[in-house]
Structure formats: C-alpha cells, structure tokens
C-alpha cells in the first residue's frame, strides 16, 4: 500500500474512457475501501470546469449508466468519493501547459511529495507527445514517490509504429514504470485460466499435443461498429481484437506454469509462448478469413469502398513440443449471433470405439469450454448412455461450473477495477511488457498485410445476426474440424 498520498491523474478527463470505465471503477473501488487513504482523482483535458463543475458532470454521467445498467446508485458515498475528484484545465502538449500541472502538484502534494499514477485515457496519436511531455517537466522522476504511466490500447497500428512508441516512451520512462492495459486480461474469467490449469492436478496432464486436438478462442460480439465506425475503419477486428486480446487469452491457454506468480516470471513465460507460434500458409498464404457484417460500408464515417474487416478467422501454430501438431483457431466479429466469448479446448476421440453409432451419427470428442463472457463458467462435455432397458446409445452431457451459481450475490468484479488497483499496488503481471507488443506485432503484420493487398479479395459479407462468413466455416472443413457455434 503506498505510505505516502496517491493521485491518480486521467489525462483525457472528459472522453467516454474516463465516464464510461475509469471513474466508476475508482468508485467502486473506493466503496470496497481498496483505495488508499486519501487518494485525489486529478482530471486534465482541455474542456473547461472547475472541481465542482467536474464532479457533477461525471455524476451526471455516471449515475446514468448504473441505473441503465439496473445497478443501485449511492448517492451518499458518491459525494462522499466526489471530494477526491479535481480537475485541471489544460493541454500538457501546448507550450506552457505543464505549468497548471505543475503548480496543482506543488500546492496539493507540498514539498513532501506523493504517488503519482497517470493514465492516458486519449486518442493514441497523443502517446507520444503527452508521455514525451511529462518526462522533460520530471513527471517520470520517482523522488520519494512512484510514478507510474498507465497507457491504452492501441499501442501502435503496426510492428513498425509499436517499436517507434515504446521507443519514445522509454526515452523517459523505465520499462517498469510502464502499464499497458488490455481489460481483457482484468477479466475474472481470463485469469481463472491460469488457476484452472496451474493450481489442479487434474487437466495439466491432458493439455498437450497427445489429448488435445486443437482449441478455438472466440471473441464475437452482436454490436455493430456504431459511432465508433471512423475511428474502426481505419483499424479492424484483426488489429482491434486479434493483436492484444485473442493473443494474450492463447498465450494463457499454451505457458508453461512460471516458477512464481511475479510480473517478470508470468511475462517470460508468455513471451516464450509468442516467440513459438508461426503463421501456416497454403499456397504461400497464411490461413486468415475476413469478413464485413451487411451494412458496414453505409455506416456514417465508412468510405464506400471499404476492405476493412469486422470479423476474422485465423489459423496459428506453436511450435514446441508440447503443442505439436495442434492448431489454435482464433475468432472475432462484430454483428455475429450473440456476445460471446470462450476458449474451447476439443480434445481427441477415443482411439476405439466399441459401442456402435446410428447411421450418419458423428461422436462429439471430449471438450471443455472456458466461457469468459456472459455466464462466465466452465464446461466439461462428455459422453453418457442415455438411460434405457436395451442397447446403448450415447448422449454427450455437460459437467459445468457456473459463476453466477458458485458466487450467488457477488458480482463479479470489472476488469478495469482490477487493473487500477494492480497498477496502484504496482503489480504489472496483467499488463504487457514492450517486447509481447513488438513479437504480437511481428505475428499479425504479415496476417494483416495480406488481408490488406491490393489483390487479396474483398472480406465476405455476412447477415447480422449470424454465425459470420461461410469460408470462416469452410476453413474449419478443410482441416476436418467444426467452429462451436454461437449460443
Ligand atoms: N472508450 C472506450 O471504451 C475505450 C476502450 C478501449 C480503449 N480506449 C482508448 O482509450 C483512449 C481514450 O478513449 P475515449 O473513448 O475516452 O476517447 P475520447 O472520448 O475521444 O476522449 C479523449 C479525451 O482526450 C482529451 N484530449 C484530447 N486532446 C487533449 C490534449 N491535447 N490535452 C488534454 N486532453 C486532451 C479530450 O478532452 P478535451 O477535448 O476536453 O481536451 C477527451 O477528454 C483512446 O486511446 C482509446 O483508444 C477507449
């Protein structure tokens, strides 16, 4: 816990990040009493308020999403938690803007100093001027206090401008003092995989090449694009879901278990997991389908002739022994049938089978699913005998574990509440370390670029509200296997 008192200061302070995710989460936070005695909320951006004007704006906003969302608002401990909120109006980038910065910490923080924890909740092309800025005013230096740098997706558009990044943020800033955050990674869910295979004697033994088949990690959503649709064009699902959050999830299905539970430990195993995958090809093509829900190119902000995809299907290899000749397939898309996302683990069928099957009756193997989200749970799928006085026939069943059941009346936490209190506690073992970003890149780069030539074909149209593209399922066929449908 820090000693001495910690601001944490939201650079970005009037956007959507800051209302819809950062300061319900310190709320929150604040209300399980996890925030450190007297902890200030500094807010900058450039619109204009005063403390109060910025406490009621938030309110205003944030009262509003728990009542959307059905959950209760606490009026009482809101304004209790409001007196931590302040706010400076200012551009650190413009000449002189450090100076309102500088006098806020001088009078709030005194000649005893404090904890500082920034987070740069703005438009990605300002990572670089913005960390740049508060390194040459001394931000950075940790005298008497840490000074850490919280930065959001997307850390650069490719390998090219990731390295350029990190490059600029290291000029003043150690590697350790750096926490790039992918909320996938705070999700209960996501880091119940490593419980699940580490902490149990009972699946680790099955999870290589000899049981196991292949695994699916999916990542599909029913929202379309909406007012984001400028900004996505210009991204797409392969950058937006597959670069920082399928491939952390893979990462976490394929480590080996590290020697501790430590940042640096946890972060080499995943690295040496990223430096083993490999990209197969046909023709000299790696296997990657794209796709773009029916619409897309009429959303507001989305030129005519758009290629961007919004849904991809990619097939990716690990070459150690452990998973040898099994192939992760990662999925992802916007207006697909429902919200979900799952890592399905398809393990081997029995090598013989002694009961007989009805004509055209395929058995269904053994799988587990990991369900992240919604009805977060896991899902053991076997075979039984469905009950009857002659013959036998077989039925595949679920063992399940369901959350909801298992913690009756206890939310489960927001990924974002878990990453502050992590970044505040400096624990940076769910956050990505520069050389995962740069390797994540080296992989997708090359998938991207070939989506993105000017003779590759244009992504499939698929119906909202479907499964995706039918040569996402004909790319399953062709290696005999099937996707786990969407519920
Ligand atoms: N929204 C999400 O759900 C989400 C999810 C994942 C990642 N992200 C990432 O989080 C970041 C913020 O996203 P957002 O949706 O909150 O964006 P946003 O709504 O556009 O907010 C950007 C903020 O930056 C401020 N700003 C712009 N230029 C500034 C400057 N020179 N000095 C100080 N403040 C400045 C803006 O306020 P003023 O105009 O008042 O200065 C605004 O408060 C982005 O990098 C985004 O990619 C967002």
Redesign the pocket.
């Known amino acids: 816990m820090p000693a001495t008192p910690l601001t944490v200061v939201i ?11 950062l300061v319900p989460a310190l709320f929150n936070l604040h209300r399980r009493g996890r925030l450190p005695a007297g902890t200030r909320v500094l807010g ?4 204009q308020y005063d403390d109060n004007g910025f406490r009621n704006e938030l309110q205003e906003k944030i009262s509003n999403f728990f009542r959307s969302a059905g959950e209760e608002w606490h009026e009482t401990e809101w304004a209790e938690f409001a007196q931590c909120l302040h706010y400076v ?6 000449p002189g ?1 450090m100076v309102p910065l500088q006098n806020w910490f001088a009078e709030k923080e005194g000649p005893a100093g404090g904890q500082r924890l920034y987070y ?5 092309e ?2 670089p ?2 960390s740049t800025v508060l390194g040459e005013a001394g931000f950075a230096q940790e005298n008497g206090g840490f000074r850490r740098l919280v930065i ?3 850390f650069g558009h490719n390998g090219a401008t990731a390295t350029e990044l990190n490059r600029t943020l290291h000029k003043h800033w150690q590697e350790s003092q750096l926490y790039r ?1 992918d ?1 996938y990674l705070g999700k209960e869910t996501v880091q119940n995989v490593l419980i699940f295979r580490f902490a149990n004697t009972l699946f680790e033994p099955l999870w290589n090449y000899q049981y196991i088949d292949h695994v699916q990690i999916t990542a599909a959503e029913t929202v379309t694009v909406g007012s ?1 649709a400028a ?1 996505y064009d210009t991204s797409g699902v392969l950058r937006d879901m597959f670069q920082s959050h399928i491939l952390q999830v893979m990462t976490l299905v394929a480590m080996e278990s590290p020697g501790r539970y430590s940042a640096d430990s946890l972060r080499n195993e995943k690295m040496k997991v990223l430096d083993a995958i490999s990209v197969p090809k046909v023709n000299g093509k790696p296997q990657v389908v794209v796709g773009q829900y029916e619409g897309y190119r009429s959303e507001k902000g989305v030129p005519a002739g758009s290629k961007t995809p919004t849904f991809a299907t990619v097939k990716l290899n690990v070459d150690n022994a452990r998973w040898k000749n099994v192939p992760f397939y990662l999925r992802s898309g916007k207006g697909l049938k429902s919200r979900y996302s799952e890592i399905m683990i398809q393990f081997h069928c029995p090598p013989h089978l002694m009961f007989p099957l009805p004509p055209g009756e395929v058995l269904q193997c053994n799988r587990m699913t990991l369900v992240i989200q919604p009805n977060e749970g896991i899902h053991l799928n076997f075979q039984a005998k469905v009950p009857a006085v002659d013959g036998v026939r077989l039925q595949p069943r679920d063992l399940s574990f369901s959350y909801k059941d298992a913690y009756a009346g206890q939310a489960l936490p927001e990924a974002y509440e878990r990453l502050l209190l992590d970044a505040i506690h400096g624990d940076a073992s769910l956050f990505m370390r520069s050389d995962e970003i740069e390797r994540a890149w080296e992989i997708m780069d090359p998938i991207i670029q070939a989506t993105e030539a000017a003779d590759a074909p244009d992504p499939e149209e698929y119906l909202l509200g479907s499964q995706g593209p039918a040569d996402a399922v004909k790319m399953m066929a062709a290696d005999g296997r099937t996707w786990h449908a969407l519920p």
């Not at 740069?120 to 990605?124: A, R």
């Open positions: 650079f970005g302070a009037s956007g959507d990040l800051t209302a819809r995710k900058v951006s450039r619109t109006a200012t551009d650190p980038t413009a803007g740069l909740s703005v438009k990605p300002l990572y001027s913005m959001e997706k997307p955050i909320h984001r900004y």
